[in-house]
Every structure is written in structure tokens, then in C-alpha cells.
């Protein structure tokens, strides 16, 4: 595992280089380190003073994605700052115990760059809570980075993208956690913590155990659920995190793994239809020496994620776990606005490039793909509303939202229980799906807020609106 607590105060964007598999190198960026960056740890009540220079060759952002901070502070694509500059905000920590994500978010790039390594894990500490979970870090708790990539035949990570990869997004066959393929972890027998963040750039996770155990959901996004839920698999999406709790204390080694949802799901919506056949066999990277991967995603094996060993047992630390727990999402209210989202897989007729170039395709949402200077929606604090999601093809997308925290109302056309979503920062959407928000930080027009498809080359290809917050 590679990510430590503390990296001091400053974050630099920095090239590295990194053997991930076959003895290649690789030539990886990272925030103060070769590859990801280091986990950044802040209190709920204090300020974060953090300094990050760009020692790269283009501009970055770091965005702290589900931290509540007003739109000067977020790090988005406006907040761009060149090779040699450095940005230095001070964040009040205004947010509930969780587990976030930070990574850089500059629009049209933002894809490449989480993909190279400029990407982390924040954890919310609240002093004012008694966590009654394992909280021992790197003893009984454990943050986990997964990601997925793709190496060519000598063992070098590879991005480009063919036709099928703008349309579903980047997946790869590899499976990292904290940068290291299929790494194995030695746990104490007892309860162990997992702070699991899906930090791919597309690629959507159903995790479970070889052993099919049961383990308990204890957070997601944005804090600690109101109580365990048990379960014995558990779907991310891309930007999603939950924390986990599992118990060891039998001391059988066992793996995660992932069911590989590749493109499934998508593949059999009206995309692909008889233009399909067409389609694949004009793109070459498809019909590659990856063949026809991921077209089927359940006939494949499960993708292997990691391993566990199991150790002695952790000194301390709870033995069982609460029934509740200190959940501190508020509550919202009745709407008083509602709006409308439709997520556009293009927009403006004829892609550019057209299906056979496999390129430039503008993407969208509500008919217009993502522009800098354009101020798509005018909210005002402490209002709540009801924001309701929907697709134009039968695809798989998530939504996300900068600047607050929401409740899922329903999801996929079905009502959901959001007690036990949990306060959430980013939600799938295959169908209709209604989220319940409110913010209570400001954003200005200079630095507004954005709302986007989390698929990070769909936000790229303009798949992302921006809000003023008043
Ligand atoms: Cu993960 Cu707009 O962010
Ligand atoms: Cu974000
Ligand atoms: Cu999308």
C-alpha cells in the first residue's frame, strides 16, 4: 500500500515514473509522488491550508470533489493554473466524518490527467464524534484507490481513445489498488475497515468476496450511513465511495473481486442496434488484439481486485459492530424548484469526425456541450430542490455535483430508501433519477459550480453544466 498519511502542506504535480507490470516503465504524473497522491487527512472545524504547485507542462486543477467549499475554493476547470504556478486555498473544513476525492479537473483533460495520477483520498476526521468503528489507520483501517488500466505488450500504461472508448468511457483490463496491480494486504483477525474509492475513469465495480461473506456498508460519499447495512456485494460507479466494514476474525485468506460490468448494460440499449455490426468493424482499436473484451460482461471471469492475508489480531479496536451510527446528513425538506437534466450523448447534429473517424464527438447536457463562460443554471442558497436526471440514449452515466451533498430520491425510473444511499455526491443514472439538494456555499459566476457525467471522458467531451450559487 502506498499512500501514507501527511505530505506536509504541500502538494506538488510532479512526473514520475513507475514499473506496474512487466519490468516497463512507465511515465506517471502524481501529486508530491511518483504516481496518485498522498492521503490527505483534515479535521471538520479546522482550515486546511494546502499549497499546490504545478511543476508540470500544462495547467491543472485540484479539486477536493464532495468537500463542501464555496466555488473559489473547489478547484474546478476555472482555477487552472499554469506550469510554475502554485495555488494556495485555505479550506474550512466544514463537513461531516467521510471519505472524499480529490483530483484534477481541467475541462478537456481531465481524463488524461486522473488517468496519469492526479488523483487522491481526503478523509474528514470530526472531532466531535466518537467513531466507533475501526479507525486505527493502516492498522484496522485502510484506504483503497481502485482503478482500472490498460498496458501495452512491454508493460507501459497506455491511454488513447478509439471510437468505443469516447462512447463508454476508458476502461482497462488491469486492476490497480493504490497504484499497484492485485496487491496483497496482511489484515488483523477482527473487524477491518475499507475506505474503497472508485477513482477509475469509467469502469464501474460490483465487489464482493471469493468466499461470498457478508460485510457491512458503513459510509458512502459524504458520511457515515444512519446504520451497518449488510450485504454481500456492493456497486460502485466512478467518483463513488463507500467504507466497508468486514470481519476477519476467521482468518481465511479471501480476495475482492469484481463481477466485470465491462460495457454490459450498455451494449444492449438502442445504441447499438444495426448499426452496431458497422460501427465496430470500422474501429480498428476495437477489433485489436483486445477483441471483443467487455462486449459481454458477464461471461467473463470475475476481475481479481486484491488479496488479503490475515494477521494476529489489531491490540485494540471494536470487536462488534453499533447498531447506529453518528450519521450527520441533515435534512432537507420539501423542494421548492425543481429542474431538469438531460444528459446528451451529442449535441448540434453531425459529430465531428463522424462514428468511422472516432473522434470529436460533442457530448452534452440539456443540447449544449460545456462552455467556460456560459452560466447554465442560477441557484440560491439554502433553497432545496429537486434536480431530476435523465439520458438521451439508453446508457450507462453517473451524475455529480460540486458544491453540496444530495439524497436520491429515486434512481434508474425506481424509488430508492435514501437512508440507506446515504448522503451522496455522485449517482448513477440509467433512467430517470431524482436527487434532493440544497447549498449552503456560494458560488460565483468567475468560479461557479459544476454539475457533470462523472465518465470522465463524457465530462470531457462537454458532458458537464455550471451554476452560479447566490
Ligand atoms: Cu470528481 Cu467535478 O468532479
Ligand atoms: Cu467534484
Ligand atoms: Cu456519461
Known amino acids: 500500500m502506498e499512500i501514507g498519511p501527511g505530505a506536509g502542506n504541500t502538494l506538488d504535480a510532479i512526473r514520475g515514473t513507475r514499473e506496474f507490470t512487466g519490468g516497463a516503465t512507465s511515465e506517471t504524473w502524481g501529486y508530491s509522488q511518483d504516481y496518485l497522491g498522498p492521503l490527505l487527512r483534515f479535521r471538520r472545524g479546522r482550515t486546511a491550508n494546502i499549497s499546490v504547485m504545478n511543476r508540470l507542462d500544462e495547467p491543472i486543477t485540484a479539486h477536493w470533489h464532495g468537500m463542501h467549499v464555496p466555488g473559489y475554493l473547489d478547484g474546478g476547470p476555472q482555477l487552472a493554473f499554469g506550469p510554475g504556478e502554485t495555488w494556495a486555498p485555505e479550506l474550512p473544513v466544514d463537513h461531516p466524518a467521510a471519505t472524499l476525492f480529490y483530483h484534477s479537473h481541467v475541462h478537456g483533460r481531465t481524463g488524461p490527467q486522473v488517468y496519469r495520477g492526479l488523483a487522491g483520498m481526503i478523509v474528514i476526521d470530526d472531532p466531535e464524534i466518537d467513531d466507533p468503528l475501526p479507525h486505527d489507520y493502516g492498522v484496522n483501517d485502510f484506504p483503497l484507490i481502485v482503478q482500472d488500466r490498460r498496458f501495452d505488450r512491454s508493460g507501459r500504461m497506455t491511454y488513447s481513445l478509439g471510437m468505443m472508448d469516447r462512447m463508454h468511457g476508458f476502461q482497462g483490463d488491469q486492476i490497480l489498488v493504490n497504484g499497484v496491480i492485485r496487491p496483497k494486504l496482511t489484515v488483523p483477525a477482527g473487524l477491518v475497515r475499507l475506505r474503497i474509492l472508485n477513482a477509475s475513469n469509467a469502469r464501474a465495480y460490483d465487489f464482493r468476496f471469493t468466499d461470498g461473506r457478508q460485510f457491512h456498508q458503513v459510509a458512502s460519499d459524504g458520511g457515515l450511513l444512519a446504520r451497518p447495512l449488510a ?56 477489433m485489436g488484439d483486445r477483441g471483443m473484451m467487455g462486449m459481454d460482461g458477464n461471461s467473463g471471469a470475475p476481475l481479481e481486485i486484491m488479496s488479503f492475508d490475515v494477521g494476529e489480531a489489531a491490540p485494540a479496536g471494536p470487536t462488534r459492530l453499533p447498531t447506529s451510527l453518528p450519521s450527520d446528513a441533515p435534512a432537507l425538506g420539501d423542494p421548492v424548484r425543481r429542474r431538469n437534466f438531460t444528459l446528451n450523448m451529442h449535441t448540434g447534429g453531425m459529430m465531428r469526425g463522424g462514428m468511422m473517424g472516432g473522434g470529436g464527438q460533442t457530448m452534452g447536457i440539456n443540447g449544449a456541450p460545456y462552455v467556460m463562460d456560459r452560466i447554465d443554471e442560477t441557484v440560491r442558497a439554502g433553497e432545496t430542490e429537486l434536480w431530476r436526471i435523465n439520458a438521451d440514449m439508453m446508457m450507462r452515466h453517473t451524475f455529480h455535483v460540486h458544491g453540496t451533498s444530495f439524497r436520491v430520491v429515486s434512481q434508474n425510473g425506481r424509488p430508492v430508501d435514501s437512508a440507506q444511499i446515504g448522503w451522496k455526491d455522485v449517482v448513477r443514472v440509467q433512467g430517470p433519477t431524482e436527487i434532493l439538494l440544497r447549498f449552503d456555499k456560494l458560488a460565483s459566476e468567475e468560479t461557479p459550480f459544476m454539475y457533470h457525467c462523472h465518465i470522465l471522458e463524457h465530462e470531457d467531451a462537454g458532458m458537464m453544466g455550471q451554476f452560479t450559487v447566490t
Open 231 to 286: 450485504m454481500a456485494s456492493l456497486q460502485l460507479d466512478g467518483a463513488e465511495r463507500a467504507e466497508i466494514v468486514v470481519e476477519f476474525s476467521d482468518r481465511s485468506p479471501v480476495s475482492l473481486v469484481s463481477r466485470d460490468i465491462g460495457m454490459n448494460g450498455v451494449m444492449n440499449g438502442g445504441m447499438m442496434g444495426d448499426r452496431g455490426g458497422s460501427m465496430m468493424m470500422g474501429d480498428r482499436g476495437m
